[in-house]
């Protein structure tokens, strides 16, 4: 099958555009909880903006930016195929985590994470999900969840999809791992905090 180097490219840019929406930053502005990065670990991500103690703009903010990397995953697989919806994962990525309009400064990744793999294959979707949670439940972390959670992914994406999906996962998960350095550092150091603690190292 032929694949039009073009149509990857507004696959990527598609993603991007979409990826770099600041829901976040937006949400809490709205809600009149004043600026996301001058809060907690200023991260625009729904973590942190569970930080301001607004559970409901922190949901919020997990579906919006997990259905903002969705959205271009679909559109590009409609109209340019599979190819192009797993270039349009990785631009929501990097939307999300280096947006041009905030100073390449962005989240971590974990919701778009979400989307794109329930938007990609969702039953690799809900796997990440369901190690999320049952590390999340059992070691009260985060992040410890969000990273074993990404590790696992690319596996799952091989055994239930095929190796480009497994490429494509790959990439996002080195990307998430980039942006969660911090966090790994502190985990190694046994200073991570745990979920609902008063810490807002994050």
């Known amino acids: 099958m032929t694949v039009d180097p073009l149509a990857l490219l507004y696959a990527v840019i598609l993603g991007y555009l979409c990826g770099s929406v600041p829901f976040g930053l937006i949400?809490?502005?709205?809600a009149g909880l004043g600026d996301i990065r001058k809060i907690g670990s200023g991260n625009i991500g729904a973590t942190n903006v569970l930080r301001t103690g607004n559970r409901w703009v922190a949901a919020a903010t997990l579906v919006l930016d997990a259905s903002k990397a969705a959205l271009p995953v679909l559109v590009a697989r409609?109209?340019?195929g599979e190819e192009a919806a797993m270039l349009a994962a990785i631009g929501a990525f990097l939307g999300h985590c280096f947006p041009a309009w905030l100073?390449?400064?962005?989240?971590?990744?974990v919701a778009v994470m979400i989307g794109s793999l329930l938007a990609l294959a969702w039953a690799v979707g809900l796997i990440f999900c369901a190690v999320w949670l049952l590390i999340a439940l059992t070691r009260k972390m985060s992040s410890l969840a969000a990273l074993t959670a990404t590790a696992t992914a690319p596996i799952f994406a091989f055994v239930l999809a095929d190796q480009w999906l497994a490429g494509a996962v790959a990439v996002m998960a080195l990307l998430l791992?980039?942006?969660?350095?911090?966090n790994i550092a502190r985990l190694l150091a046994g200073t991570e905090p745990t979920i609902?603690?008063?810490?807002?190292?994050g």
């Open 196 to 201: 609902g603690s008063e810490n807002k190292a």
């Open 103 to 109: 100073g390449f400064k962005g989240g971590k990744g």
């Open 78 to 80: 409609h109209f340019w």
């Open 27 to 30: 949400l809490t502005r709205a």
């Open 177 to 182: 791992f980039y942006q969660h350095r911090e």
